[in-house]
C-alpha cells in the first residue's frame, strides 16, 4: 500500500522515530532497561502513550504517576547512552522512505522530532538519508514540545511553506494532535507500516 501526497501539500515533514526509522523497537528497550536499574517496569502502554515527547518530559508524568522521585536528565542521559548502544540496528520504514527519495528536490522537505538534534542526525547518517534533510527541527529547538504544534510550525517557517499547505508524516499520538494543532495536512503512516 502507497501513502499519497496531498494534491495541496507544497511542503512535507517527516517525524523521524517510528515514522522514517524503525527505531521505536530501540527505544522501547533502553525505556524498559532504564526503568529496570531505577526500580519500576515502564510498559509498552506508556511508552506509546507519550511517543513523540522528549525523555525529560515524560520523566515527570512517570514520577507523578508512579509516585517516583527520578532525575529527569539524568534518566535521559542513561536512556539515551542505552539507545545509542543499538542504533546500528536500525532501520528505514520503506513506504515513508520511498515518498523521500521520489519529492527530493521536487518539495521542500524537513525533519520534525521530539528527539536532540545529534540523535537524529546520527540516525539518518545510519540510514544513508542524511543528503536529503537540510532542515531538522529537535527538542531543542522549540519550548513546548509535541502534543504542542511548535515543532512543526518550526519546520514550516524554515521551510519557508505555509502551514496549511505542509504535508505531516506521523506515527505517534502527541504528533499527529500537534500537526492538527498546527493545521496542516495530517497523515497517520501507522496503517501503511
Known sequence: MKININKNAKGLIFDMDGTLADSMPIHFKAWKLTAAENGFEYTEKQFLETAGMPTHKIVPVINKKLGLNLDPEKFSRRKEQLFLENIKDVKLIQPVADIVKKYYNRLPMSIGTGGKKEIAKLTLKILGFDK??????????????????????????????????????????????????????????????
Request: net charge negative; proline share 6%; with cysteine.
Open 132 to 193: 536529503y534533510f537540510d532542515i531538522i527541527v529537535s527538542a531543542e529547538d522549540v519550548v513546548n514540545h509535541k502534543p504542542d504544534p511548535d515543532t512543526f510550525l518550526k519546520c514550516a517557517e524554515l521551510m519557508k511553506i505555509r502551514p496549511e499547505f505542509c504535508q505531516v508524516f506521523e506515527d505517534g499520538e502527541m504528533g499527529l494532535i500537534a500537526a492538527e494543532k498546527a493545521g496542516m495536512i495530517v497523515t497517520d503512516v501507522r496503517p501503511y507500516l
